[in-house]
């Protein structure tokens, strides 16, 4: 989620590096900072806090400071570990200042580390997980390695999915990196070399790239690139071929952000999990200020959002009744506050909320903290407005979303309030231990599921071309099948304009079944939950009137598959989890009928990302 670029070689200059910054603050932009070695030996470090403002004041830096420039490391961060301050931003330093860190991912095992090396004397200036790489290859330099062999030896005692770069001021032209289910690519240019987390920071400065494979290390100096495995193996350089103009490059050469984002939902997933989990099996959820204390005495919760973030809060009211047996209600967030809710401070009020800035659900949380509640917000923005008022937050590590139809960021908010969900159940000794830890392997298990979903990418393109010319669409599911209905409505509805609509599957007869006929499309949420059979009646019941059936069903699941006219195949997971595999093939249709439509997915007309007004 945070952008990496460095660079050295004679034609190497700061300004690359500040205008690669410049290029990769989609991928975060809460901070951002440069570290150069320079002729004389030295290494130099700038760093500021807040965005725009901070790359603004590095570029100016760089008009000033370019002179004597060997190499640099440059960094725009989205904040995992450790809050938004100029001490947390990179490049990160070891004891000596000569040795210099840009770091992409998360160190999952990043506290023992720490503990470690604070105890073999290490002083550590940030909170932080990126500064323990710093200092374990001052560790290996110290007892003589070279850069490369002290990458590798660092690389194999981190744990999680993270790129790094690190530069020594004593060999002040040589960039030694290396990455492990995180993006990093090599460019070669005239008399310049770089390293960067995406190809974008370097396209028209480097001529020639190289892929970098997982565990690898790559000595990037003015005089070539050299890639090696973990034990020190040279290993061939493959050549990625580019043929992207800037503006495509930023979209990673996805079509549009809106596909771009549907398909980075592994990696929200994965990161939002990242580093959840301590090594006694017990969910630790670092930013959330409650006490556990706290925890025990809340007796009612209320979730509160907007649009897709009200449907994941939906699916979390399931999970928290099911695990925790607190009672929960939920609301839109415009009605809560106007609606004199009952609350006290044994009453958690939950906002879920990917900008931080929603009006709606902003008021509704001020309103229920001037209640007397304790306030949590689910967020994907570190420091927003809400995550700054809130007694707690959970941040969802989804990187920025630019489309402004939600899809990474549900997923996200999904996963983070489920671990929430499972949190509670832990600190209030609800669910069995061996449980918790069982649920979440099920999660850890959703990326390569969300994975195998997105690969009937094509087939669920046919299907939506298919549908150009249906005027009418309906969504019906049960219990967390329900929420999936109205996202997958909401989505078809924001960016193709046609009426859909979610229901509960079984309040179909109480009225909606009456504008069923053969002009409508009936998408059905049949998953093998203990409601399949009902959810499968319902189906039963439209398919009869006429209408055209899309279910969601689980591979291989030929019951299912004899009562649709399409089937958009779903992996099996644990029940409450299925929310983030099912709504999948529910984006991706949507996003199909949309382009297929001539829509502009990611500008949808009469919508904005972010709702700041009543
Ligand atoms: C739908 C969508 C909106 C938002 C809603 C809340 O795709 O994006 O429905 O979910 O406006 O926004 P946040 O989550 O920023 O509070």
Known sequence: ?????????????????????????????????????????????????????????????????????????????????????????????????????????????????????????????????????????????????????????????????????????????????????????????????????????????????????????VVVSPDGISLSDLFGNPMELAEIEVQWDLEAAARGGFRDFMSKEIFEQPAAVRDTLLGRLNQEGEIVLDEMRLDPDELRKINKIFIVGCGTSYHAGMVAKYAIEHWTRIPVELDISSEFRYRDPVLDKETLVIGVSQSGETLDTMAAMSEAAKLGAKTLVVSNVMGSSMARAADAVLYTRAGPEIGVAATKTHTAQIAALLLMALYLAQVRHSLDPHEVARVFSDMVMLPEKIQKVLTSDASIEEVAQAMVGVKRFYFIGRHVGYPVALEGALKLKEISYLPAEGYPAGELKHGPIAM???????????????????????????????????????????????????????????????????????????????????????????????????
């Open 516 to 614: 069923i006929d053969a002009d409508a499309v009936v998408f059905g949420m049949a998953t093998r939950t203990r409601l399949w059979e009902k959810t499968i009646s319902n189906v039963e019941e439209v398919r009869v009137r006429g209408a055209q059936i899309i279910l969601v069903a689980n591979e291989g699941d030929s019951e299912s598959a004899a009562l649709g006219d399409a089937i958009f195949e779903v992996p099996e997971t644990h029940p409450l989890l299925a929310p983030v595999l099912d709504v999948i093939p529910l984006q991706l249709f949507a996003y199909h009928l949309a382009v297929s439509l001539g829509n502009d997915v990611d500008r949808p007309r009469n919508l904005a990302k972010t709702v700041t007004v009543e």
């Open 1 to 217: 989620m945070c952008g990496i670029i460095a660079s050295t070689g004679e034609a190497a200059s700061l300004n690359d590096l500040v205008e690669g910054l410049a290029r990769l603050e989609y991928r975060g932009y809460d901070s951002a900072g440069v570290a150069v070695t320079r002729e004389d030996g030295t290494m130099d470090r700038i760093r500021a806090v807040d965005g725009t403002a901070s790359l603004k004041l590095l570029a100016e830096l760089a008009n000033d400071k370019s002179d004597g420039y060997i190499a640099g490391l440059g960094h725009t961060r989205w904040a995992t570990h450790g809050r938004v301050t100029t001490d947390n931003a990179h490049p990160h330093f070891d004891c000596t200042g000569g040795l210099g860190v840009v770091h992409n991912g998360i160190v999952e095992n990043f506290r023992e580390l720490k503990n470690e090396l604070e105890g073999s004397g290490h002083v550590f200036s940030s909170q932080t997980d990126t500064e323990v790489i710093a200092h374990l290859l001052e560790d290996y330099l110290k007892d003589g390695a070279i850069l490369k062999d002290a990458v590798a030896a660092s690389m194999s005692r981190l744990r999680g999915a993270m790129s790094f770069v690190a530069l020594d001021a004593n060999y002040p032209s040589v960039l030694v990196a290396t990455k492990r289910m995180a993006p990093l690519v090599v460019g070669s240019g005239s008399h310049v070399n770089f390293v960067a987390s995406d190809i974008p920071a370097i396209l028209g400065k480097a001529d020639t790239f190289y892929q970098v494979g997982d565990d690898q290390v």
